[in-house]
């Protein structure tokens, strides 16, 4: 009885270890359809460096890596706001653990200037 009750611990911690917190996404809304936002931030990922893991324009997702230690993650989520205007919401992650909401503020303002909407 001990012996299950010792394997059913480690079994716990092990589950604990392996959860992630959630990513906070960050989001920020452009003055342009939905379709042009994710075709100019995936450009910029790939400019960037990054691998382009998924794309899909109809559900306004995509996600990349940067194959360098520790691996980024990037998901890229865009939502229309009406016919010219959209949101993108993007959260990241560094040796799998979410990054910070904050720290993506740098790639959104690179992405209004590629987009020649920054303020």
Excluded: N
Excluded at 6 to 22: E, H, K, R, Y
Excluded at 90 to 116: F, T
Aim: overall charge neutral.
């Amino acid at each position: 009885m001990k012996r299950i009750l010792i394997v059913g611990l480690f079994a716990l911690v092990l589950a604990g270890c392996a959860t992630a917190p959630p990513q906070e996404p960050r989001g920020l809304t452009f003055p342009t359809p939905a379709e042009e936002t994710l075709r100019q931030a995936v450009g910029l990922l790939v400019e960037q460096g990054y691998i382009i893991r998924h794309a899909d324009l109809a559900l306004g997702r995509a996600e990349g890596a940067l194959a360098r230690w520790p691996e980024y993650r990037v998901q890229l989520h865009v939502v229309a706001e009406g016919e010219q205007a959209s949101r993108l919401l993007i959260s990241a992650q560094r040796g799998g653990q979410p990054l910070p909401p904050h720290l993506l503020d740098p790639w959104l303002v690179a992405l209004q200037v590629r987009m020649g909407v920054a303020p």
